[in-house]
């Protein structure tokens, strides 16, 4: 009775476990709570989803609404133990419905292919039947030959003055299904090993500087094992717009004291060291630097020379006397359409510009901006040319930092996924049996074709399959019985 009873508590558990009821129920779970997961910012200041949820719950009520949500997890709902239990489930679910239902498929597929009798013929699921006026052998070789030119591994039956051709193709194809459960399953585990094992979290890295953490964006350090650097940032905007067009900069990783990696990121490329990948994801200015005014002298017909300056700084025009001096910056120069009054309108570099006050034996002193956007600005009489390279020093580059262990789990998945899906829609076991017998018994009159077939999915494709078969065996047979 004891052994009676534990056997069934193990079938009861084993029903559930591979009840499709419960795949079901676990995905209306994980995507309901996902879709929460993606509403609400994980791992955010609560200020931020305070503010979020008073949009769909009013102020009041927004703050209650937060601690219900903090509490059942969904401000790190990704590394939540219900939401990894939720996972955990459902692999098991797939795992235990597979190992249910899997001998009876193997079963079907190990089991040998073996004649008909011609009455069973006529109640599968595909049949047709066809007449000759022609010999029994005649029909067996040209159907043979044509079922053998469609990848038909031809067997042959003979009994009572009848022959039966038999034959079946992609009886692998019912594995289709267990493996597009196993991508799921590899995916799952995939998430489960980035969610336990990786991190993301974000870096905004001034130029010239370094640094060996990130952060998450609840502020708390995650150690990067080495330290990277940003040389410079840089933005490309689309012509004559204040719309960025391209942004990228150049990072330096260094590792035991020296550089083992060097490569400018941008949207799409990233960099990626020891399993660490940095994206390019935002930029802005550093609050209150002082950088250094990056600037190109070209005296006319001479060679151009790269210097980099402080505000207030000086530098000569090689060979002409003149002098200027470094005495404004303007990170956004525009000019009042009514005025006419020049004026920053954003604390962007969105339209950077540099006013250098010029001075020189001979020559009245004036001031003039130069706008790196357009580098026209900075000719001078005389055909000279002062450029503005850059301002550097003074931006950051916003990397978005991750580590994901699993990634290559979910990518290998994701091609098996696609062999499974592809097996599983455009592939299936056919199975063919054809029967050739004279109309009457013991007599040489006609000789009938009895067609019956099989296939565990898109019979559609499999009728006109057997009817452009017969097809041209009908024109083989016509063609030899006419000689």
């Not at 650097?229 to 990783?253: A, H, I, R």
């Not at 020093?393 to 580590?403: A, C, I, N, P, R």
């Amino acid at each position: 009775m004891e052994e009676k009873k534990k056997k069934d508590i193990f079938e009861e558990a084993w029903r559930f476990l591979s009840s499709v009821k419960l795949a079901i129920f676990t995905l209306i779970i994980l995507a309901l709570s996902s879709i929460i997961g993606t509403i609400v910012e994980q791992q955010a200041e609560p200020a931020k989803n305070i503010t979020l949820l008073a949009k769909f719950f009013g102020d009041s009520a927004a703050p209650a609404v937060y601690n219900v949500f903090a509490k059942l997890g969904f401000m790190d709902m990704y590394h939540s133990w219900w939401f990894l239990s939720l996972l955990l489930l459902f692999s098991i679910n797939l795992i235990v419905c597979t190992l249910d239902r899997f001998p009876t498929t193997l079963r079907l597929v190990r089991t040998p292919l073996g004649p008909l009798a011609e009455n069973v013929l006529r109640t599968l699921p595909v049949k047709k039947e066809l007449k000759f006026k022609t010999s029994l052998n005649i029909v067996k070789d040209e159907i043979a030959n044509i079922m053998n030119l469609s990848k038909y591994r031809v067997l042959e039956a003979n009994k009572d003055d009848a022959i039966q051709l038999y034959s079946q193709k992609g009886k692998y194809a019912r594995f289709g299904v267990y493996i597009v459960h196993l991508s799921i399953i590899l995916i799952l585990l995939g998430a489960i090993i980035g969610v336990r094992f990786g991190f993301g979290g974000f870096l905004n890295l001034p130029e010239g500087q370094e640094s060996d953490v990130a952060y998450t964006s609840g502020g708390k350090e995650i150690p990067l094992g080495f330290s990277v650097k940003c040389n410079w940032y840089d933005t490309k905007y689309y012509e004559g717009m204040d719309m960025p067009q391209d942004f990228k900069s150049e990072l330096v990783v260094m590792d035991g004291g020296r550089e083992v990696l060097k490569k400018v990121i941008e949207v799409n490329s990233p960099l990626t060291y020891k399993g660490i990948t940095f994206y390019q994801s935002s930029y802005g200015m550093v609050p209150n630097a002082t950088g250094y005014f990056v600037l190109n002298i070209t005296p006319s017909g001479g060679n151009s020379n790269i210097i980099w300056l402080k505000a207030g700084e000086s530098f000569d025009i090689p060979g002409t006397g003149t002098r200027g001096t470094i005495v404004n910056f303007s990170p956004a120069l525009t000019q009042d359409k009514r005025t006419g009054a020049l004026m920053t309108y954003a604390e962007n570099m969105v339209n950077p510009a540099v006013a250098i006050r010029f001075d020189g034996p001979g020559q009245q002193q004036f001031t003039g901006w130069i706008l790196k956007r357009y580098p026209d600005t900075g000719i001078l009489s005389g055909g000279h040319k002062v450029e503005l390279v850059d301002y550097w020093g003074v931006e950051y580059t916003g990397l978005q930092v991750s580590k994901d262990p699993g990634v290559w789990l979910i990518y290998i998945a994701c091609i098996i996924m696609a062999i499974g899906l592809y097996i599983a829609f455009f592939m299936s076991h056919k199975k063919l049996w054809i029967n050739i017998a004279h109309e009457s018994p013991g007599s040489k009159g006609p000789v009938r074709i009895t067609v019956g077939g099989s296939t565990s999915r898109n019979r559609l494709a499999f009728e006109k399959e057997i009817e452009h078969l017969l097809s041209k065996a009908s024109h083989a047979i016509e063609g030899r019985s006419r000689k």
